[in-house]
């Protein structure tokens, strides 16, 4: 059997249990890199955001970014993890054109934090405690082009492009123990783990954690042993995932993959694996030993870094509140439903709403013009919700009209295409364009008594008894009052006028 043939999800869950582990690498979003006073900026020119320090020039000495270190107790801190007292730095070395230097500036077997655990929802509902090994810093390596090969721009070009202005980026490696007893959620799992550490990063400020920029990237490790087998089976680990999608396939895949390997008696190997995205399956990088011998050793050049417990502790006081607390918090304040509100977080409108409920709304009001008209008009301008200029306090504004009885839901809607048109404030529209209820009844029972001569029929099945007929008068009436009238005032008129009770 090939190797690179799979099972079914089901079939290889029914025979095995899948083992994961994660390393999350996070580019911190300093000014300036890890070691080095060059620019930390993506997308410039390639090669200018250099140093010597970057180039491993002879005699250069690397210096600590002081705010890569605060980031990096930050996201330990928000991973629940101890913060060493005192931590080193190490070398990782090995030969590749992506670092001049021939060695990684790296943390080995002193991490900044360490111990720390992950709390993460499944969507079922319940929660799957992830544990971290770790949190290390390091620095990125260059970016290399492939020209040609099978993915290269140039078919038949047998050399690569370098770009060091990657080399020297902040990183922050997380990663967890091995996480057992997933079973087949674990392909959720692996999104919904690496979802949550984004989110984090991105909360704390300290990363622009843009996965598609490859801000956020990780290493999906998998193994599988037969049901009841304690050992762990050998792991293959996919490199550099750089979508939450495709962590979930990844995993799937390596799954079914390392299934089909298993029962056809060949062993697993441990190698590296690269991930596709058009085939949605992975390919063999290279073989890895647990002991690849990078000859790590601590970096002569810096000092340890030494995070007295005060500092730890202000660092403490300024993490903004963890995403999953915040989302509970606001669920419980707004007493929405669970799919009330997982609808209004997928619809990316929370901040929004809780903007409109400070500037005044209520929880439900927030939520009917967010949901039921910001959000569909949004995705007609192809924009997010928050950037199509709407503020709270349009929102409080049309919903005082309405409740002042000055104007109807149905031109509150209106109003609102009139502030996006950037006609002006909702109370200037409502002016401008002469939009009132009608609520003196002269004008009202005047349009009765001829939408009542205009359908004599109907008129009588009103006064039979038959009062859902009273629609057709009601809607004569909108049409002549062209929208203007109180629906609900219209409707007392005509059964009044008509002698019947509602
Ligand atoms: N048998 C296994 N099955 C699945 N995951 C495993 C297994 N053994 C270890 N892991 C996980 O694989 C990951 C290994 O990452 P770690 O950074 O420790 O080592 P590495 O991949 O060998 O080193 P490098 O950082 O150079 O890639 C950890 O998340 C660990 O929990
Ligand atoms: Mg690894
Ligand atoms: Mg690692």
Redesign the pocket.
Known sequence: MSVDATLSFEEAMEKYDP?????VHVELNTKTKMFSSAPNVFGDEPNTNVNEVDLGMPGVLPVVNKTAVESSIKIGLALNCKIAESCRFARKNYFYPDTPKNFQTSQYDEPIAYDGYLDIELEDGTVFRVEI?RAHMEEDAGKLTHMGGAAGRIQGADYSLVDYNRSGVPLV?I????IEGAGSRAPELAKAYVAAVREIVKNLGVSDAKMERGNVRC?A???LRPHGREL????S?TKNVNSLRAVEHAVRYEIQRHAAVLDSGEPVIQETRHWHEDTRSTTSGRP?S?A?DYRYFPEPDLVPVVASREWVEELRATLPEPPAERRKRLKEAWGYSDLEFRDVVNAGVMDSIEETIAAGASADVARKWWMGEIVGRAKVADVDPSELGVTPQVIVELNKLVEDGKINNKMATQVLDGVLAGEGTPAEIVEKRGLAVVSDDGPLLEAIDAALAAQPDVAEKIRGGKVQAIGAIVGGVMKATRGQADAGRVRELILEKLGVEG
Do not use: C, M, Q, Y
């Open positions: 083992v994961l582990g994660f390393e090994e490696e990663v967890t123990k091995p290493d490790n998998v193994s762990f089976g050998i792991r680990e890895k647990d690849d």
